[in-house]
Nanobody, 115 residues
């Protein structure tokens, strides 16, 4: 399975960050597959943001839950992250991944929050 993140590399504070992960080589509706977003702020470790399951169900990290929405478009085999009210602390490399062993990762996309 191959994954590719896309979206803007620069977002202004208070705006909504929107990233899309395009999946190839497998269906996001495959039973028991989970699709996740993870980020890594500069100089820090990986932080799990949330996932969307093969069924469409979602689960989020409580630390960002109030600002996060993960959705999917099965016709395009894509899933999307929206993170609202961003601040500079949301600056990070954002990864999408297939969260089922063996994990498959996108290459990551740098997102900077700055005015």
């Amino acid at each position: 399975v191959q994954l590719q993140e896309s979206g803007p590399g620069l977002v202004k504070p208070s705006q909504t960050l929107s990233l899309t992960c395009t999946v190839s080589g497998g269906s996001i509706s495959t039973v028991d597959y989970y699709w996740t977003w993870i980020r890594q702020p500069p100089g820090k470790g990986l932080e799990w943001i949330g996932y969307i399951a093969y069924s469409g169900g979602t689960y989020y990290n409580p630390s960002v839950m109030s600002r996060t929405s993960i959705s999917r478009d099965t016709s395009k085999n894509q899933f999307t992250l929206q993170l609202s009210s961003v601040t500079p602390e949301d600056t990070a490399v954002y990864y999408c991944a297939k969260a089922v062993s063996p994990w498959d990762w996108g290459q990551g996309i740098q997102v900077t929050v700055s005015s």
